[in-house]
Nanobody, 122 residues
Framework: VQLVESGGASVEPGRQLTLSCTIS????????VAWFRQTPGNKREGLAR????????VYADKVKGRFFISEHGEKDIVYLQLNTLKPDDSGTYYC?????????????????WGQGTQVTVS
């Protein structure tokens, strides 16, 4: 499975962004897809996950109610909507996938990764 992120940008605090993760290649339908964020010198932190069926949404406490993960109805694209952005939301955002539903938001549980997309809030 191949993952390509897009949508990163430099924005002012309070603005909104929507990131996209386009999924391609051969994969089982029972795919977990998650978004992670990493800043320099820090580990990747899990933000949100869903099953490719659209079920099983979970969020990290720090983004719950502010970030929203969703799936395109007809294409294998998973979105992450980032609302009311703060400077602390800056970082590289990665999309990751695992061939099992309901994977916990832990980087080692996801063997497939995109290259990341940069978000800067300032």
């Amino acid at each position: 499975v191949q993952l390509v992120e897009s949508g990163g940008a430099s924005v002012e605090p309070g603005r909104q962004l929507t990131l996209s993760c386009t999924i391609s290649g051969n994969y089982d339908p029972d795919l977990s897809v998650a978004w992670f964020r990493q800043t320099p010198g820090n580990k990747r932190e899990g933000l949100a996950r869903l099953n490719l069926s659209g079920s099983g949404r979970v969020y990290a406490d720090k983004v719950k109610g502010r970030f929203f993960i969703s799936e395109h109805g007809e294409k294998d694209i998973v979105y992450l909507q980032l609302n009311t952005l703060k400077p602390d939301d800056s970082g590289t955002y990665y999309c990751a996938a695992a061939a099992r539903w309901n994977q916990p938001l832990i980087p080692t549980e996801f063997p497939n990764w995109g290259q990341g997309t940069q978000v800067t809030v300032s």
